[in-house]
């Protein structure tokens, strides 16, 4: 154990002494800090905005005046969906997926963008947030500190000394691997800073950690492969080569090749193609707003046979309410049929993805990133969801208003004559039924259990590593 902290210790007074070591290491903390509090501040700043236009449709919605209920259906409410405490680590798809929607009756409105704000802070850098910075960048670090642990020992000579002197190669390599998993840790307090602040703002303990232990099996890999690559290459300017060029292919090549394979295996049908075959199905449920269109014949025969009477004037309830309420029930059922197919394939494309943090490290971290922090597909998948049903719900509870406190008499004249049309106007109370709309992560343990395959895949390779590592210093030679 001595010979292993007096070899780590070694290797530290060398990087410290080091005009390289510390410039790169400056320059990757700068980036890093520059992100990090970029990124919190940008994401702090659109919660609360986020949370103030929720309240603000909200408020707006309720304090609407009497008015004919099917006029509310069309006045519509936004939902915003807040990000989550550790999105100012990984945003995630935040900024691609859009954070509102605009909820109507007889349609469902796709999430709109608003990843603009970023551009303002970073520039032509606006991508970058401090989990891309810790995928891409941080492996550089490491190569950069790393490609010379073995090789530089061995071309100033002082391997042989200590390999004659009795120290064994595993041993030597042993005490490397534990400073270049020292500078690791060091590495990761940025990260932590990011994450105990998202304590702090609300999420979970145990989802921060669990995020920092992505991250920590993530870089070992790399401080693995540098490791091995320098007791395996006998000159430092052949390690750095090779070093480089697998971070082009794993960080760069490999994930792009990937997303190109996923969207071929599982094939998406394009925005034209399945709207023309959407509105092709809604044609066929007819009209919700004429309670005359032939596709409720049955459902007005139905509901004279039912209630004995010969005229739909002489019904209890309001012909065409029924109607509003029949025909957004069919619709609503054909819309989440169609929306339900977009996102199985939207999943089973991410899976297919995902599934390549198997050959690449990078795209195992990035999906456990992701989903630990609360920004990956399957939350933006229940976001829409949970706006649909808000959706869904409010609409209808406008047409039972509609159908049940609304004479039909009045209803087909209000158009023609005013007092028929003031009589039609129900009382502001009715806009009550709106829920409040509030989107929050999944708790901590199912995030993490969505993470778990990418646990698996990060410590595979961790272990694969490791053993290379064992064999390498075994035949560790001067």
Not at 181 to 208: I, K, N, R, Y
Request: hydrophobic share 50%.
């Amino acid at each position: 154990m001595k010979h292993l902290f007096t070899i780590a210790g070694a290797e530290w007074r060398h990087w410290l002494r080091s005009r390289l070591a510390w410039g790169g290491a400056l320059l990757l903390a700068g980036l890093l800090v520059a992100t990090t509090v970029l990124t919190t501040l940008r994401m702090q700043g659109e919660a609360a905005e986020r949370a103030h236009h929720q309240a603000e449709a909200e408020a707006a919605f309720l304090s609407q005046p009497a008015r004919h209920p099917h006029r509310m259906v069309h006045y519509g409410h936004y939902v915003f969906r807040t990000p989550a405490p550790l999105a100012r680590f990984d945003p995630g798809l935040d900024p691609v997926t859009g954070q509102s929607i605009f909820l109507e009756g007889h349609r469902q409105n796709t999430a709109m963008f608003a990843a603009s704000g970023a551009s303002a802070d970073l520039g032509s850098l606006s991508w970058l947030s401090p989990a891309l910075v810790y995928q891409l960048f941080a492996p550089l670090m490491v190569i950069l500190l790393g490609h010379g642990l073995i090789a530089r020992e061995r071309e100033a000579a002082t391997l042989a000394t200590l390999l004659v002197q009795g120290t064994p190669g595993r041993v030597v390599l042993a005490g490397k691997a534990l400073a270049l998993l020292s500078f690791v840790a060091v590495l990761l307090l940025p990260m932590a800073l990011s994450a105990g602040l998202a304590v702090h703002a609300g999420d979970s303990a145990l989802a921060a950690v669990a995020l920092l232990g992505a991250y920590l099996l993530y870089l070992s890999i790399w401080s693995a492969l540098a490791l091995v690559a320098s007791a395996l290459l006998r000159r430092r300017s052949a390690v750095l080569a090779t070093l480089a060029t697998l971070w082009i292919a794993l960080a760069l090549v490999l994930p792009a090749t990937a997303a190109s394979w996923a969207a071929k295996a599982v094939p998406m049908a394009g925005k034209l193609e399945t709207d023309l075959a959407m509105l092709g199905d809604l044609r066929k449920l007819g009209d919700g707003h004429n309670a005359n269109d032939p596709a409720f014949a049955q459902l007005r025969a139905d509901l004279l046979a039912k209630h004995g009477v010969q005229r739909v004037e002489d019904l209890p309830v309001n012909l065409r309410g029924v109607v509003a309420q029949v025909g957004e029930q069919k619709l609503t059922e054909t819309l989440n049929t169609y929306a339900r197919a977009q996102m199985e394939t939207e999943t089973r494309q991410a899976a297919v993805l995902a599934n390549h943090g198997w050959i690449t490290p990078l795209l195992a971290v990035a999906e456990a990133s992701r989903a630990v922090a609360g920004t990956d597909l399957a939350h933006h998948h229940r976001f829409l969801q949970e706006a649909e049903a808000l959706r869904y719900a409010f609409v209808q509870g406008l047409n039972k208003v509609h159908a049940e406190k609304l004479a039909y008499s009045d209803d087909v004249r209000r158009s023609a004559d005013a007092s028929a049309e003031e009589r039609t106007r129900v009382d502001a109370a009715n806009w009550q039924l709106l829920d409040r709309f509030v989107f929050a992560p999944d708790a901590a343990n199912t995030r993490i259990a969505r993470a778990w395959p990418q646990w698996l895949m990060l410590c595979v390779w961790c272990a694969v590593l490791a053993g290379a590592g064992l064999w390498a210093g075994g035949r560790l030679e001067p």
